[in-house]
Nanobody, 120 residues
């Protein structure tokens, strides 16, 4: 059993900052890629930022220079520092991880989502 638990969402004014965190727990052997996705009302879920086990990163163009993804392999965590937030960043943010379990099953796991609301 593997779980991803997110924290850190909330309401912030435009220009403000939030930090999202996600902790993976359970029967984990190894975590490969990790990332953050978001889904706004009426829109498809989209990739915001991703990070490999070796710390290579990839960002959605609209968040480059404002968001920073990081991870701690020893703690099985991934974080997203979001600065200069804009109303269009409002969405439910989901943590994602590609995890190899102790039974050597490889799966794509999701957190429950955390709401980020940016007011203008």
């Amino acid at each position: 059993q593997v779980q991803l638990v997110e924290s850190g969402g909330g309401l912030v004014q435009a220009g403000g900052s939030l930090r999202l965190s996600c902790a993976a727990s359970g029967s984990i052997f190894k975590i490969n890629d990790m990332g953050w996705y978001r889904q706004a009302p009426g829109k498809q879920r989209e990739l915001v930022a991703a990070i490999t086990r070796g710390d290579s990163t990839n960002y959605k163009d609209s968040v480059k220079g404002r968001f920073t993804i990081s991870r701690d392999n020893a703690k099985n965590t991934v974080s997203l520092q979001m600065n200069s937030l804009k109303p269009e960043d409002t969405a439910v943010y989901y943590c994602n991880a590609q995890i190899i379990t102790t039974m050597l099953y490889t799966g794509n796991y999701w957190g429950q989502g955390t709401q980020v609301t940016v007011s203008s």
